[in-house]
């Protein structure tokens, strides 16, 4: 069965330090991958997809996703947090979700 | 309007109980999902749509059916609440596998 493995539940980074967080997916010829942000009492929003081509996908908000079928990653990337970032982020393949990884941002 | 909308937002409801949820969508997507949320345990996913006559399962599927009204409706029921079931539950829309998903802005149900 697919699984979607974030190893870290959560992350405290300075405003202003750069951030990465881990996603880890399972088998799939053709995997369908997805980053998806949280903010607190809100509803799910689609930071950025990769499903072919550049191994290398911009997203809103200035984040950034690298995809790396040899470790079977999907690692989100941002070069500098910014409060308003703090959130809970979801990695997710076709239909199945991580259990996320809340971040929170130190002033 | 939002794009998907959720009805009711939240909502208390007795153990045994019938509840249903609903979600309508003006997208225009043909697929569309029912997700629940519990904390530490990410979303998992209840039941899925690619179009009015397909229902699908997903991976926790019991204790919940669906109806696919329109392609614009799906509504999730839970025949019988129980405490366990309760959750913060999303609907969500997609148009095509690879385009990821628009959601609704949850419910929050809880069962006493």
């Known amino acids: 069965a697919q699984s979607v493995t974030q190893p870290d539940i959560h992350i405290t980074v300075s405003e202003g330090a750069s951030l990465e967080l881990r996603c880890n997916y399972s088998?799939?010829?053709?995997?369908?991958l997805f980053w998806y942000v949280q903010s607190p009492g809100q509803g799910l929003q689609l930071l950025l997809k990769?499903?072919?081509?550049?191994?290398l996908v911009q997203g809103i908000k200035g984040f950034e996703a690298e995809f790396k079928r040899s470790q079977s990653s999907f690692n989100l990337r941002k070069p500098s947090v910014h409060w308003s970032d703090a959130a809970e982020y979801f990695c997710?393949?076709?239909?199945?979700f991580g259990k996320g990884t809340k971040l929170s941002v130190k002033p | 309007d939002a794009d998907v909308t959720q009805t009711p937002r939240n909502r208390i409801t007795k153990t045994g109980k019938r509840i249903m949820l609903e979600c309508s969508q003006t997208?225009?997507?043909?697929?569309m999902y029912w997700y629940r949320q519990d904390p530490g345990l990410g979303l998992r996913l209840i039941y899925y749509?690619?179009?009015?006559?397909?229902?699908n399962k997903g991976e926790i599927s019991d204790g919940y059916s669906v109806s696919r009204q329109a392609q614009a409706k799906f509504s999730l029921s839970l025949e019988s609440a129980i405490p366990n079931q309760t959750a913060l539950y999303f609907c969500?829309?997609?148009?095509?596998?690879?385009?990821?998903?628009?959601f609704g802005s949850g419910t929050r149900l809880t069962v006493v």
């Open positions: 997710a393949q076709d239909l199945i």
């Open positions: 997208k225009g997507h043909d697929r």
């Open positions: 088998y799939g010829a053709t995997p369908y």
């Open positions: 990769y499903f072919s081509g550049d191994t």
């Open positions: 969500a829309t997609s148009s095509a596998r690879f385009y990821g998903y628009t």
């Open positions: 749509s690619f179009d009015v006559k397909d229902i």
